[in-house]
């Protein structure tokens, strides 16, 4: 039987940020990121035991590597712990949070800090597509893009058109949804837009194809951000609950967890899936493994869900593969609400990654936050009435790596 790792609480960045216009870079991202976990927790520096960093591309970016040697420089308290860096695209966060709480689990650490990070806005938006593309098999697939993951996500959505047919008025109100609950996170990149009909329909000039069927209102945003959690043992979130005067039952708990990684190619994948019920098979196992070790018998078991929207067909695809409807139905829960914040089973409250941002090293750790905001009731003007569970899904590169938790108190 696993044990259990505590969430304690943490901090995100305004995802709004532009680092190079500030004059800061990616150490002022981090340094902020933990000052704010250390400050919205009550925790001691020199109370954490080991630290693990998510960040995908900090070498391509800001031509930074070895980013565990930044906590030292946070306060002089954190020089000496050790530290780890995680990488596995946009998942990056989400397996820093795995290690973490191995580790807890292993008893070898009873506090961890958890920081995801990435740097974006730093360079133009031509190469920062090429610094993402490493996700995929360099040289050897997607060769013909222009920007490479709106390509490939666009092979997703006629992979779903000719499997099961699809509506782009779906994802159109997928994306309509993410920006209007956007509007209520303060920490949101696009909570001062203006979005118009004409922002998410067919109008070339504000909203113009960016490749295949993807219009810029279906992609995720490029953001500078970080997002940090502490994850700590039984003993440690016990002592931490008294010293705040809390019940320990109050502390949310990761009650269940699921990793899988599937081959680097996109044709691969699908060719390997094609027959079956589901696009992307391990992407529902790692759903499923999550809802299976928090002991849930479906996703309806939770009040909510925190989905990778790096586009629209992301999460589209998202809804029927943890169960929301049937295989190739997910317009089903759009049309009838179920998605919305207020619905049945709220999808991406904060606003995701097309509403709140995209930083991709900390997406995972910010959807872990999100889920710890809701079950506690701190998410302010997006939280989720009673909510006690919620679920995360964090994928990484052509759904090569998935990840997903169950969080709850």
Same mark, same amino acid.
């Given at each position: 039987?696993?044990?259990?790792?505590?969430?304690?609480?943490?901090?995100?960045?305004?995802?709004?940020?532009?680092?190079?216009?500030?004059?800061?870079?990616?150490?002022?991202?981090?340094?902020?990121?933990?000052?704010?976990?250390?400050?919205?927790?009550?925790?001691?520096?020199?109370?954490? $035991?080991?630290?693990?960093?998510?960040?995908?591309?900090? $070498?391509?970016?800001?031509?930074?590597?070895?980013? +565990?040697?930044?906590?030292?420089?946070?306060?002089?308290?954190?020089?000496?712990?050790?530290?780890?860096?995680?990488?596995?695209?946009?998942?990056?966060?989400?397996?820093?949070?795995?290690?973490?709480?191995?580790?807890?689990?292993?008893?070898?650490?009873?506090?961890?800090?958890?920081?995801?990070?990435?740097?974006?806005?730093?360079?133009?938006?031509?190469?920062?597509?090429?610094?993402?593309?490493?996700?995929?098999?360099?040289?050897?697939?997607?060769?013909?893009?222009?920007?490479?993951?709106?390509?490939?996500?666009?092979?997703?959505?006629?992979?779903?058109?000719?499997?099961?047919?699809?509506?782009?008025?779906?994802?159109?109100?997928?994306?309509?949804?993410?920006?209007?609950?956007?509007?209520?996170?303060?920490?949101?990149?696009?909570?001062?837009?203006?979005?118009?009909?004409?922002?998410?329909?067919?109008?070339?000039?504000?909203?113009?194809?960016?490749?295949?069927?993807?219009?810029?209102?279906?992609?995720?945003?490029?953001?500078?951000?970080?997002?940090?959690?502490?994850?700590?043992?039984?003993?440690?979130?016990?002592?931490?609950?008294?010293?705040?005067?809390?019940?320990?039952?109050?502390?949310?708990?990761?009650?269940?967890?699921?990793?899988?990684?599937?081959?680097?190619?996109?044709?691969?994948?699908?060719?390997?899936?094609?027959?079956?019920?589901?696009?992307?098979?391990?992407?529902?196992?790692?759903?499923?493994?999550?809802?299976?070790?928090?002991?849930?018998?479906?996703?309806?078991?939770?009040?909510?869900?925190?989905?990778?929207?790096?586009?629209?067909?992301?999460?589209?695809?998202?809804?029927?593969?943890?169960?929301?409807?049937?295989?190739?139905?997910?317009?089903?829960?759009? $049309?009838?609400?179920?998605?919305?914040?207020?619905?049945?089973?709220?999808?991406?409250?904060?606003?995701?990654?097309?509403?709140?941002?995209?930083?991709?090293?900390?997406?995972?750790?910010?959807?872990?936050?999100?889920?710890?905001?809701?079950?506690?009731?701190?998410?302010?003007?997006?939280?989720?009435? +009673?909510?006690?569970?919620?679920?995360?899904?964090?994928?990484?590169?052509?759904?090569?790596?998935?990840?997903?938790?169950?969080?709850?108190?």
């Amino acid at each position: 039987m696993a044990k259990d790792v505590f969430i304690l609480g943490g901090a995100q960045t305004d995802f709004s940020r532009n680092l190079e216009r500030e004059g800061g870079g990616l150490f002022e991202l981090f340094r902020d990121v933990a000052e704010a976990a250390f400050v919205a927790t009550g925790i001691e520096r020199k109370e954490v $035991e080991t630290a693990h960093v998510g960040n995908f591309v900090g $070498e391509l970016f800001a031509g930074q590597g070895q980013l +565990g040697g930044f906590f030292g420089h946070v306060h002089p308290d954190l020089a000496g712990i050790p530290a780890s860096r995680h990488e596995a695209a946009c998942a990056s966060g989400s397996i820093a949070i795995l290690a973490a709480a191995a580790e807890i689990e292993a008893e070898r650490y009873g506090l961890a800090l958890v920081l995801g990070i990435e740097l974006m806005r730093n360079v133009p938006g031509k190469r920062a597509a090429e610094y993402l593309g490493a996700a995929a098999w360099a040289g050897r697939e997607a060769q013909e893009a222009r920007y490479l993951w709106p390509y490939m996500f666009a092979r997703v959505a006629e992979e779903y058109d000719e499997r099961f047919g699809l509506d782009r008025a779906h994802l159109r109100a997928i994306s309509a949804n993410n920006f209007a609950n956007a509007k209520k996170n303060p920490y949101s990149q696009t909570r001062g837009w203006a979005i118009t009909d004409d922002h998410l329909g067919e109008n070339d000039e504000v909203n113009p194809l960016i490749e295949g069927s993807l219009r810029k209102s279906d992609c995720g945003q490029v953001t500078d951000g970080a997002a940090a959690i502490f994850l700590a043992s039984r003993a440690v979130a016990e002592a931490y609950a008294k010293r705040r005067g809390i019940p320990l039952d109050s502390i949310p708990r990761i009650k269940g967890w699921g990793h899988a990684t599937a081959p680097l190619l996109y044709s691969t994948k699908v060719a390997d899936s094609r027959g079956g019920d589901y696009v992307f098979p391990s992407v529902r196992k790692a759903m499923m493994d999550a809802l299976r070790r928090a002991e849930m018998p479906d996703i309806y078991a939770c009040d909510g869900v925190e989905v990778h929207d790096c586009f629209s067909i992301t999460e589209y695809m998202a809804i029927d593969h943890f169960g929301i409807t049937k295989p190739g139905e997910s317009w089903r829960a759009v $049309e009838d609400g179920t998605i919305a914040l207020g619905g049945k089973l709220p999808v991406n409250p904060s606003g995701g990654l097309i509403g709140l941002g995209h930083p991709v090293g900390a997406t995972g750790v910010r959807m872990l936050l999100d889920g710890w905001r809701q079950v506690t009731g701190n998410a302010g003007d997006y939280q989720v009435e +009673g909510a006690r569970n919620f679920a995360t899904f964090n994928v990484g590169g052509s759904a090569t790596t998935a990840v997903s938790f169950v969080v709850g108190t």
